[in-house]
């Protein structure tokens, strides 16, 4: 009796799961059923190209852009009376025009070394103390790091800097 009670709860529980299945299973519509049956061939069907429909999409989305994301987060502790009080972790991606992303990252070590002095920096005159995910502050930052990845870069291939992830650890 005791090796047979977990098996009739085994398949009570399993019939439950199965009916509540059946029973919560959303209504079939006739609009959201296919009009075309699977033997239907593809040459009966309509084409729809894609450029057709770029015409009308803005210029953003037409002279699109690729994000090259940097390939190891930035670690900038927080010194304060000599003594590491924090750190900071940024992971930072740089918008480029399509086909760009190689050459951001033949200079990605340039580029570390000067986002990390620019960090660097924004720790130093308190950048990241108190409410240093404030719209304003960060605006400040993009700012500083957009116009190194531009001296770095060029202004033509380096167009913007995207904080992706920004956290903060106290000790």
Same mark, same amino acid.
């Given at each position: 009796?005791?090796?047979?009670?977990?098996?009739?709860? /085994?398949?009570?529980?399993?019939?439950?799961?199965?009916?509540?299945?059946?029973?919560? #299973? @959303?209504?079939?519509?006739? &609009?959201?059923?296919?009009?075309?049956?699977?033997?239907?061939?593809?040459? $009966?069907?309509?084409? !729809?190209?894609?450029?057709?429909?770029?015409? &009308?999409?803005?210029?953003? !989305?037409?002279?699109?852009?690729?994000?090259?994301?940097?390939?190891?987060?930035?670690? *900038? @502790? =927080?010194?304060?009376?000599?003594? !590491?009080?924090?750190? %900071?972790?940024?992971?930072?991606? *740089?918008? %480029?025009?399509?086909?760009?992303? &190689?050459?951001?990252? /033949?200079?990605?070590?340039?580029?570390? +070394?000067?986002?990390?002095?620019?960090?660097?920096?924004?720790?130093?005159?308190?950048?990241?103390?108190?409410?240093?995910? +404030?719209?304003?502050?960060?605006?400040?930052? #993009?700012?500083?790091?957009?116009?190194?990845?531009? #001296? &770095?870069?060029?202004?033509?291939?380096?167009?913007? !800097?995207?904080?992706?992830? =920004?956290? #903060?650890? $106290?000790?």
């Amino acid at each position: 009796m005791k090796k047979l009670l977990p098996l009739v709860l /085994l398949f009570i529980g399993l019939g439950a799961g199965v009916g509540a299945g059946i029973f919560m #299973r @959303p209504e079939r519509s006739e &609009d959201l059923t296919s009009t075309t049956s699977p033997t239907q061939n593809a040459s $009966d069907l309509e084409e !729809v190209e894609i450029g057709d429909h770029l015409s &009308d999409a803005p210029d953003t !989305v037409r002279n699109s852009n690729e994000y090259a994301k940097l390939n190891n987060q930035f670690v *900038i @502790p =927080i010194i304060a009376s000599d003594k !590491v009080t924090a750190l %900071v972790v940024l992971a930072l991606s *740089i918008e %480029v025009p399509e086909g760009k992303t &190689d050459l951001v990252y /033949l200079r990605e070590p340039k580029l570390r +070394d000067s986002f990390l002095q620019v960090l660097f920096d924004h720790a130093n005159v308190g950048g990241f103390e108190g409410n240093f995910t +404030d719209a304003s502050a960060l605006r400040k930052l #993009r700012t500083a790091l957009k116009e190194i990845a531009q #001296r &770095d870069l060029g202004k033509e291939i380096a167009t913007d !800097v995207l904080i992706i992830e =920004i956290a #903060r650890q $106290d000790y």
